[in-house]
């Protein structure tokens, strides 16, 4: 599970990057959550912090920020590239409305099909296991509403005021850390 400090440094990164817009227009264009948008996008690549230098993850496997993979969506990832972060935020966005859509907006079974296939789920509900069982590490969809609550506080999105006052003083530190360690590269 991921802490306040590191959602917090994602997002500045999403932020000096100019990937916010592309966010917020994918989540109005497909009807699904912003929090929960960034949050996918917070599992799957640190909002592209964890990618390799050729924009890809999972050992060459899946593209971009919100990791689409090449096994199971060739027509998308032959035809982009994974450096097309507007594109692929979009993809990730349709692709995750449909999957709300098909399991009658219940977001853990949607999220759990996100990372493992919406088969993989439905075989696992039919057998009585939770969606989770088929998922990365167990806990996929747990760890993005986990993720998902916390964006939602720090973005100001909900209730969750509390976390808001951190705001500006990890935004603060977060940029200060990515400036300089962009600045040491050699």
Not at 87 to 103: R, T
Not at 121 to 149: F, M
Request: charged residues 15%.
């Amino acid at each position: 599970m991921t802490n306040s400090f590191s959602i917090s440094a994602e997002l500045t990164y999403a932020r000096i990057r100019g990937l916010m817009g592309y966010f917020s227009e994918a989540s109005r264009r497909y009807g699904v959550p912003l929090a929960l948008l960034l949050a996918v996008a917070s599992r799957e690549s640190r909002m592209g912090l964890a990618l390799s230098t050729d924009g890809t993850g999972d050992h060459g496997n899946a593209i971009g920020i919100m990791q689409i993979d090449r096994r199971y969506h060739p027509g998308f990832t032959e035809s982009h590239s994974p450096f097309d972060h507007q594109a692929n935020i979009d993809y990730g966005a349709e692709y995750l409305a449909k999957l709300l859509q098909q399991f009658n907006g219940n977001t853990a079974r949607a999220v759990a099909a996100y990372n493992a296939g919406p088969n993989k789920v439905r075989t696992a509900i039919y057998a009585g296991l939770p969606p989770d069982s088929v998922t990365t590490g167990g806990d996929y969809s747990h760890d993005v509403q986990e993720r998902k609550k916390l964006i939602s506080g720090l973005l100001g999105l909900s209730q969750a005021t509390s976390l808001s006052i951190y705001i500006f003083p990890m935004a603060a530190i977060a940029f200060a850390t990515y400036n300089y360690m962009t600045t040491q590269r050699p």
